[in-house]
């Protein structure tokens, strides 16, 4: 069954009485040739087993299935069940869980895999693109790679380097855990309903490169935050409120680790937030 077909699309639609819900974000992929990409380019291949975020009707997970030794989907939306049932009745390697992304335990589906190399692949829902991110990363889940179609605005954003003016804090708190990189561009026509904004597919390259103790951590994303929370204004002002502390007592901290009191956030290296919660921290 061709699922960028928007004749079968509808047709699929009204025999299941179904319609489209804005409030989950539900802009599915018309455009042939993406989702063979993103299967591809996400590393899906024998051997290796994906976790997908958002079904829809499937047509991502098809190209998933027909790649990966296996599939598990996670989708919100429940009147989708009998859709599925039958679009991806092909298919004995995928298992679909409704509920929730960010109400569900990522590790257990992981631990379903059998030690197998994982990726994640997903055109995400909008609205929850960088909780999903973050608490993909955030949990350390056993993943080798997100692969995920987000909107173009929010794709700059999280791979845009650290201390350059496009950044923000979420560009820190992905660097930390990953190598994010963009893949290619898709407009808003490759959608049904098509959406008011272009995307484009972004690969997360787990890294693991650092691991600090859980306070420090902890202390590295609250300044991080805090600081872009008013980016206009010097690091200083912003800290100081954040943490109680006064303006001299952080300006030594500053000093002692390198950097100019002046500074405003965007201008700090990852290097230099780490340096600097762990000296809060002391
Ligand atoms: N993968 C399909 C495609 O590319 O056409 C659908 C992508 S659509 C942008 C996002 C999907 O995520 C929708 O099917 C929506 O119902 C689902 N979704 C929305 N919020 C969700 C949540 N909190 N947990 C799981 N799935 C969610």
């Known amino acids: 069954m061709e699922l960028t077909n928007i004749n079968i699309i509808k047709d699929l639609f009204a025999r299941h009485g179904f319609s489209f819900s804005k409030t989950l974000g539900q802009n599915f992929l018309i455009n042939p040739s993406v989702c063979p990409k993103i299967a591809e380019l996400g590393g899906c291949k024998e051997g290796v087993c994906a976790i997908e975020i958002g079904t829809g009707v499937g047509v991502l997970t098809k190209e998933l299935a027909k ?3 296996k599939v598990i989907a996670v989708e919100l939306d429940e009147r989708l069940k009998p859709i599925l049932a039958e ?3 092909e298919f004995d390697n995928v298992e679909i869980i409704f509920a929730d992304v960010m109400k569900i335990d990522l590790s257990e589906i992981v631990g ?3 030690g197998k190399d994982v990726v994640v692949c997903a055109n995400l829902p909008y609205y929850i693109t960088s909780p999903v991110i973050m608490k993909i990363l955030e949990s350390r889940l056993s993943v080798k790679s997100l692969t995920v179609m987000v909107q173009r605005e929010a794709g700059d954003r999280i791979c845009a380097a650290p201390a350059t003016r496009e950044s923000g804090a979420v560009s820190y708190a992905v660097r930390y855990y990953s190598e994010p990189r963009l ?3 898709v407009n808003r026509g490759s959608f049904m309903p098509s959406p008011n904004v272009d995307s484009e597919v972004i690969k997360l390259e787990i890294t693991n490169e650092h691991k600090l103790p859980e306070n420090v951590e902890k202390m590295l994303f609250r300044i991080i935050r805090s600081g872009f929370s008013q980016r206009r204004k010097q690091l200083l002002n912003p800290l100081s409120a954040e943490l109680k502390l006064s303006k001299e007592e952080l300006c ?3 000093l002692n680790v390198g950097i100019k009191p002046t500074a ?3 201008e700090l290296t990852l290097e230099d937030y780490i340096e600097l919660a762990k000296k809060l921290v002391e």
């Open 264 to 266: 405003r956030a965007e």
């Open 252 to 254: 030594g901290a500053f």
């Open 87 to 89: 679009t991806l009745a």
């Open 183 to 185: 893949l290619f561009k």
């Open 67 to 69: 790649r990966c030794d």
């Open 112 to 114: 379903k895999f059998g």
